[in-house]
């Protein structure tokens, strides 16, 4: 009976491999649905919490519901309407900040020379194309308002899961109710993801704020669409805060040369180490976090199937598989290859060493 399970486990990992990549194909064929569909489910679970404080003053849910959507659509209809104007003032300003660029590669080029270093200008500026490098910058902002554009359907489909959360709680329980263990395990996942998002959400709305603020006192351009890549891009673990760091990096590199760009460095430097890696983890805790090779890899995945918002909905995504898996007993050995090596304790003396138990 043994080597008949031992034969089988090949074709059951060969048959769970080729269901996964047809699901993943699925997905990305079917991405202009499925984006909307996870960057609703997203914000319904970060405007989960407000509704229920809302509705725990003794508040009829609808009535929760309609007033925290009509402070996020006035908050999205602001942020579009941000969006938008700086993306057309980004555009007009494309071949000022070329000139400028120019302007400093010229007396990079100059300063070096000065040492003995011999580079050919025209080399330099053939390698690398100024004006794409602005234009990426650009499209970056165009695909943000382009996501804001599709805001009506996103928000249609999270006032109905919003609504569907009263009832949640019983249809778990008519579902799973005689089997206590699912239903447990089931309320623990959904409370850790819940707690999850919204300490996240919190540490990335302070790091937006930081970051404008900061952005602002040094006359950076755009700062509020800085502040707002921060926000977004803080959901990323590690690679997020340099990705969203080096556009504001070098627009003040064109603005105002290499002093007060290392100044803006050091500014997300500093941001970003003080509620990543002091705040967030007291506030998170253990229990939910992923390998930095577990994320590395959920970025490629997800911005190849999802496209630029895979990146920021990557990591949240595996967040909740790994919880997910946590849950049983034949999958949690998955959710521990996902996590980090912190989480693992220190093994006790003498286990996996057969010469210990001599």
Request: hydrophobic residues 55%; proline residues 5%; positive net charge.
């Amino acid at each position: 009976m043994a080597e008949t399970r031992l034969g089988e486990a090949p074709s059951r990992i060969l048959v769970g491999g080729a269901a996964l990549v047809i699901l993943i194909a699925g997905i990305q064929a079917a991405s202009s649905i499925v984006t909307p569909l996870l960057v609703a489910i997203f914000l319904a679970a970060i405007l989960e919490s407000p509704v229920d404080w809302i509705a725990r003053r003794r508040v009829p849910r609808w009535i929760a519901v309609l007033l925290v959507m009509l402070a996020t659509v006035s908050v999205i209809v602001g942020l579009g309407a941000v969006i938008g104007a700086s993306a057309a003032a980004f555009y007009s300003a494309i071949p000022h900040y070329q000139a400028r660029l120019d302007q400093h590669f010229t007396q990079l080029l100059s300063w070096l020379q000065g040492y003995g270093l011999a580079i050919s200008r025209e080399t330099v500026l053939a390698s690398m194309d100024v004006g794409k490098t602005m234009q990426v910058i650009g499209g970056l902002l165009s695909g943000l308002g382009v996501l804001v554009s599709n805001g009506f359907l996103i928000l249609l489909v999270v006032v109905f899961i919003l609504l569907e959360g009263e009832s949640l709680a019983r249809k778990l329980h008519g579902a799973f109710g005689r089997k206590p263990e699912v239903l447990g395990q089931l309320a623990k996942f959904l409370d850790s993801f819940k707690v999850y998002v919204a300490i996240k959400t919190l540490t990335s709305l302070a790091t937006g704020a930081l970051v404008w603020g900061m952005l602002k006192a040094l006359g950076v351009d755009f700062a509020s669409v800085w502040g707002l890549m921060a926000f977004a891009f803080n959901y990323i673990p590690n690679l997020g805060s340099i990705l969203a760091a080096v556009p504001a990096v070098l627009l003040a590199w064109v603005q105002f040369g290499p002093g007060k760009a290392l100044a803006v460095a050091l500014g997300y430097l500093v941001v970003n180490n003080l509620l990543g890696v002091v705040v967030e983890p007291r506030l998170m805790g253990r229990g939910v976090g992923l390998s930095p090779l577990v994320v590395f890899l959920s970025l490629i995945l997800w911005a190849w199937v999802l496209g630029p918002v895979g990146m920021v909905l990557a990591v949240p995504l595996m967040v909740g598989v790994k919880l997910a898996l946590e849950i049983g007993e034949g999958t949690r050995w998955l959710a521990i290859l996902m996590g980090p090596a912190t989480d693992i304790g220190a093994p006790n003396p003498g286990e996996g060493d057969p010469g210990a138990r001599g």
